[in-house]
């Protein structure tokens, strides 16, 4: 089988869904062929990996993108290179811009195309538009996006909840992703290697984070509820393993809280508390040497449709706290395998107290939970590869022919984009290539008049004003390459 995973992050960037299509495509490559398409990062060595990896145009979109660059899904290289290796099927795991590119590719292969939807887009959507109009355009357009896919899975139920009460309308399977940990605990020499360095006394409870440091999974409600464990006394270790966008606001809190903290030094004076910041760990050995050393998993996200982080940590036999009702928490008994608390401070501070004085317990929790909610890749991609087969014998029986019939619009709408592209380019203030790009991705789905340009155009460029370093050089370049490629795209002559 060949296949073309799409996404929009890749490694070197660290998150979820990067590291969701890596392994799907290590997992897979052991008996099929596959190929990675993703935005270029400059400094990426992506001939490193037992797959091929198309790193297609890209723009510097990360001081406002919350550290992403920004993929140019008209890309015609790229366009090239995925049609060329003729996929049987396209696999995106995001429904931006991969699901663009995906679906340019299908236009000349015919290859079906699998969406998996990973995290809650409308929270990415309305963090980053402050305009209620905009924003509700933004996800018009993502949902119709998501529909003109040939088949769409959730990687949890709580995903698929979301992507319905955004308004899609058409079916939806849960795949669910897996972890590259093999099941069981680090060595302890392992351990001891990967921990020495920090100031994690004997005896004294370790809590361990690990993830993207963003505000909206919920770390300040950790941080407040570490402050009330403090203040009683209560030894304690919180260690927060990633980075991002709000680190340096999360360290502000620590530093006006008052809280004792190290950030990957250790301080010679002892605290009775202390919260540690190591940044980003890549390596995975180390990242499980972590998870065998923390007493608790603590993970208050209500943002997050998967937590493999979780699974990770059980796979480790680490139990994790989690918000009751969570996307995370799917599979969790409190008690049994995990904990479940409330969405506020009070109850978070309440189950670290108690957790504290009773570490047996969160040993036999992980104990099970590594027997209950782990699921390594292996068996997850099984899963997916049977899916798989399933689709293309949908396609050989003609199941998505209506779907097909929807790429005969491609064409037009990319040379409606691309005109609005233009327009935009002319005007006399300069913006981001990624802001101008991801415009012309959401004109060809919504429609958007020249006056509605204009004033989205004047929104970005109000936010904007002191980051606008635009290259027209590269634009005009850019245009031109994809002009180039209209007539090949039209005439399928790839």
């Excluded at 088949?151 to 955004?166: D, I, R």
């Excluded at 998505?400 to 019939?405: A, E, I």
Aim: hydrophobic residues 40%.
């Amino acid at each position: 089988m060949k296949i073309a995973l799409l996404n929009d992050s890749f490694p070197p960037v660290i998150d979820g869904v990067a590291n969701a299509v890596y392994n799907y495509a290590s997992t897979l490559c052991k008996e099929d062929e596959v190929v990675v398409g993703t935005p270029n990062y400059p400094e990426a060595d992506y001939t490193k990996y037992p797959f091929s990896v198309i790193p297609y145009t890209s723009f510097n979109t990360t001081s406002f993108a919350s550290g992403y660059r920004t993929g140019n899904p008209f890309d015609l290289k790229a366009i090239q290179e995925v049609t060329r290796f003729q996929p049987d099927l396209i696999h995106s795991h995001c429904p931006i811009m991969s699901t663009y590119l995906a679906k340019l590719v299908r236009n000349v292969t015919d290859s079906p195309i699998i969406l998996t939807y990973h995290t809650k887009y409308d929270v990415d959507i309305k963090n980053a538009i402050t305009s209620e109009l905009l924003q509700k355009k933004s996800i018009e357009a993502l949902v119709s996006n998501i529909s003109s896919c040939d088949e769409v899975w959730a990687v949890s139920e709580g995903a698929k909840e979301n992507l319905y009460s955004l308004g899609y309308k058409g079916e939806c399977k849960v795949v669910y992703n897996g972890v590259d940990f093999e099941k069981g605990k680090a060595n302890p020499e392992l351990v001891q290697e990967a921990t020495k360095d920090y100031d994690l006394p004997p005896g004294v409870p370790v809590f361990l984070f690990v993830g993207r440091l963003m505000k909206y999974k919920g770390i300040p409600l950790l941080i407040e509820a570490f402050k009330r464990l403090y203040e009683k006394d209560i030894p304690f270790r919180f260690v927060l393993i990633g980075d991002g966008a709000d680190r340096d606001s999360i360290l502000q809190e620590v530093i006006d809280k008052k809280l004792p903290y190290d950030t990957n030094k250790i301080k010679s004076d002892y605290a009775h508390g202390k919260i540690l910041f190591t940044g980003a760990i890549q390596d995975r050995a180390v990242l499980k040497a972590w998870n065998t050393r923390a007493d608790v998993f603590l993970f208050p996200s209500t943002f997050d449709t998967n937590g493999l982080v979780v699974r990770e940590a059980a796979a480790c036999g680490l139990a994790s706290m989690l918000i009751e009702g969570s996307c995370a928490a799917e599979g969790i008994v409190d008690g049994r395998n995990g904990f479940l608390v409330q969405q506020e401070v009070d109850s978070i501070a309440e189950f670290l107290e108690t957790i504290s004085q009773n570490l047996p317990l969160a040993k036999a929790c992980g104990e099970r939970a590594m027997e209950e909610i782990y699921l390594s890749w292996e068996d997850a991609i099984g899963v997916a590869r049977k899916n798989y087969e399933l689709v293309l014998e949908k396609k050989d029986r003609g199941e998505y022919k209506h779907k097909q019939q929807e790429t005969s619009l491609m064409n037009q709408a990319i040379t409606q984009s691309l005109t609005d592209f233009i327009y935009l380019t002319e005007a006399p203030t300069r913006m981001k290539e990624g802001m101008l790009d991801n415009m012309n991705a959401f004109t060809k789905d919504v429609k958007l008049t020249h006056n509605q340009l204009l004033a989205i155009k004047a929104h970005v460029q109000a936010r904007l004003a002191q980051d606008a370093t635009i290259m027209e050089k590269e634009i005009k370049k850019s245009l031109n390459e994809v002009y180039e490629g209209i007539q090949r795209l039209t005439n399928k002559d790839l």
